[in-house]
C-alpha cells in the first residue's frame, strides 16, 4: 500500500529539549495527522492538518506541540519543551480526503529522560 | 470515556482455522470502520475497511461483518496462517468526530503451526 516514512525511528533526549519529528507523507495526500501510542495502550489522535492549517486537535495536543508542513516538505512534530511523559511511540499518517483512508507510518519512538 | 472496545485482547488458534476479532463502538455517529494490522516495531497497517451502509466486507482471507443496530462488528480471518499473528486494531471514524479515528486497544492474534 501507499507508504509515509518517518524519521527518526528512535530518539532520546533530555527533559527540557526540543524535539522535532519528520513525517514523509504520501505524495498526493492532503490530510495529514499525528496519533500517540504509550507501550501497551491504545494509539491516541494528538492532531491533524490541512491545507496548512490545524482542523481537529485533541487535549492531549498540549501547548508545547506545534505541527507545520512548510511549502510541502516533511509534516513535523515539534515538542519544545519536552516532559517525562511525553515518552511514547509518534506515529504520522496521511489521507487523501478527510475520512478516508488513513495511512500510517513506522512511528518514531521517543524517549525523555 | 473508550469510543471503541475490543474483545478478546489476545487470541490464538491453529493454522487453518478461523480467527474471529470482535469489536463494539459506543458512538452511533461512527460510520467508517478500519481494521489495521500491526507487526512489532511497524506501524499499523490498513487491512480492510467497512462503511456503515454495509453489513459485510469481503477481501480474501478477511470479512468484516457489522451489526449497526448493535454497534458491533468482527474482523474474521478464515484458513489462519503464522503470518496473521499480529496486533489487529479496530478503528472508527464519523460523524461529530471529524476525521480522526478512535482506536481500541487491540487484539493479539497467534496462529500457531
Known amino acids: 500500500g501507499p507508504k509515509v516514512l518517518q524519521i527518526p525511528s528512535h530518539q532520546i533526549i533530555d527533559m527540557g529539549q526540543m524535539v522535532t519529528l519528520n513525517c514523509d507523507p504520501v505524495?498526493?495526500?492532503?490530510?495529514f495527522y499525528w496519533y500517540k501510542q504509550i507501550l501497551g495502550q491504545q494509539m491516541e489522535f494528538l492532531v491533524n492538518?490541512?491545507?496548512?492549517?490545524?482542523?481537529?486537535k485533541s487535549k492531549l495536543f498540549k501547548d508545547q506541540f506545534s505541527v507545520e508542513r512548510p511549502d510541502g516538505s516533511y509534516f513535523t512534530l515539534k515538542i519544545q519543551p519536552t516532559a517525562l511523559e511525553d515518552s511514547a511511540v509518534y506515529f504520522c499518517?496521511?489521507?487523501?480526503?478527510?475520512?478516508?483512508?488513513?495511512?500510517f507510518g513506522p512511528g518514531t519512538r521517543l524517549t525523555v529522560l | 470515556q473508550q469510543q471503541v472496545r475490543q474483545s478478546p485482547q489476545s487470541l490464538t488458534v491453529w493454522e487453518g482455522e478461523t480467527a474471529i476479532l470482535n469489536c463494539s463502538y459506543e458512538n452511533s455517529a461512527f460510520d467508517y470502520f478500519p481494521w489495521y494490522q500491526q507487526f512489532p516495531g511497524e506501524g499499523p497497517a490498513l487491512l480492510i475497511a467497512?462503511?456503515?451502509?454495509?453489513d459485510k466486507k469481503e477481501d480474501g482471507r478477511f470479512t468484516i461483518f457489522f451489526n449497526k443496530r448493535e454497534k458491533k462488528l468482527s474482523l474474521h480471518i478464515t484458513d489462519s496462517q503464522p503470518g496473521d499473528s499480529a496486533t489487529y486494531f479496530c478503528?472508527?471514524?464519523?460523524?461529530?468526530?471529524?476525521?480522526?479515528?478512535?482506536f481500541g486497544k487491540g487484539a493479539k492474534l497467534t496462529v500457531s503451526p
Open positions: 492538518f490541512y491545507n496548512g492549517k490545524v482542523m481537529e
Open positions: 505524495s498526493n495526500h492532503l490530510y
Open positions: 478503528a472508527a471514524l464519523g460523524g461529530g468526530t471529524g476525521s480522526k479515528l478512535s
Open positions: 499518517a496521511s489521507s487523501f480526503m478527510g475520512g478516508d483512508e488513513q495511512y
Open positions: 467497512i462503511r456503515s451502509v454495509s
